[in-house]
């Protein structure tokens, strides 16, 4: 079975420039998360999409950040501009629904690695 | 404010001695804490659940324990293949009614021949 499929691996762009990440959960299920990982640091959450609904999109900062997910299947995440601080890790994680909450039992993607210069 | 740390921040082992890495966690009322395996270059692997203090899990060379301020991570024997990042997360209810994972920092493992 496939696992959760994210691109570009890696993007190296200029600060104030346009950048945007692809994910494809793992088949079935229902709820996509995006996630923001620092050098060294933990996984923090940007979004959580239910099917098509974004559910939780508190840590999510909306002056630059934006994602969709048409259909509850794929989903885009973008920034615009970037900064420099945007320099990370973002991994998409999918899990069969938003009781995996509970259990903990998320799949994560390998995640794209963003260098802003 | 919820809060999870874990140390310590990195341990170097030789294969065969075995340890435990602590993750210690403010939550206002635990809904359950998670231990996930990281590889370099790839997203964290779910590894255990635990949900009340006294609970214990098992993988391998790995055991999962729970108590009401921490939780232990216990590697028997480790292997060099054990090397890796291990996170911990709880759940917890923020503001706005939502469940969110909160994940600690790591503590990065290398298990030396």
């Known amino acids: 079975e496939a696992g959760v499929v994210q691109s570009p691996r890696y993007k190296i762009i200029e600060k104030k420039q346009p950048v945007a990440f692809w994910c494809n959960p793992i088949?079935?299920?229902?709820?996509l998360y995006w996630y923001r990982q620092n050098l060294g640091q933990g996984p923090e959450l940007l979004i959580r999409?239910?099917?098509?609904?974004?559910?939780?999109d508190s840590q999510l900062p909306k002056d630059r950040f934006s994602a969709e997910r048409l259909k509850g299947v794929d989903s885009t995440l973008k920034i615009q501009p970037a900064e420099l601080g945007d320099s990370a890790v973002y991994l998409c994680?999918?899990?069969?629904?938003?009781?995996?909450?509970?259990?903990?039992?998320?799949?994560f993607g390998e995640g794209s690695r963003l260098t802003v210069l | 404010e919820d809060q999870v740390t874990q140390s310590p921040e990195a341990l170097r082992l030789q294969e065969g001695e075995s340890s435990s890495l602590n993750c210690s966690y403010t939550?206002?009322?635990?809904?359950?804490l998670f231990w996930y395996r990281q590889d370099p270059g790839k997203g964290p692997e779910f590894l255990f659940t635990l949900y009340s203090a006294g609970e214990e899990k098992e993988k391998e060379r790995l055991k999962a324990t729970l108590t009401k301020k921490e939780s232990f991570l216990h590697i028997t024997a480790p292997k060099p293949e054990d090397s890796a990042t291990y996170l911990c997360a709880v759940q917890a209810l923020v503001s706005g009614g939502y469940n969110k994972l909160i994940f600690g920092a790591g503590t990065r493992l290398a298990v030396h021949p």
């Open positions: 939550v206002s009322g635990l809904r359950g």
């Open positions: 088949s079935g299920h229902n709820t």
């Open positions: 994680a999918s899990s069969l629904n938003w009781d995996s909450l509970n259990t903990g039992e998320l799949f």
């Open positions: 999409y239910e099917n098509e609904e974004a559910v939780d």
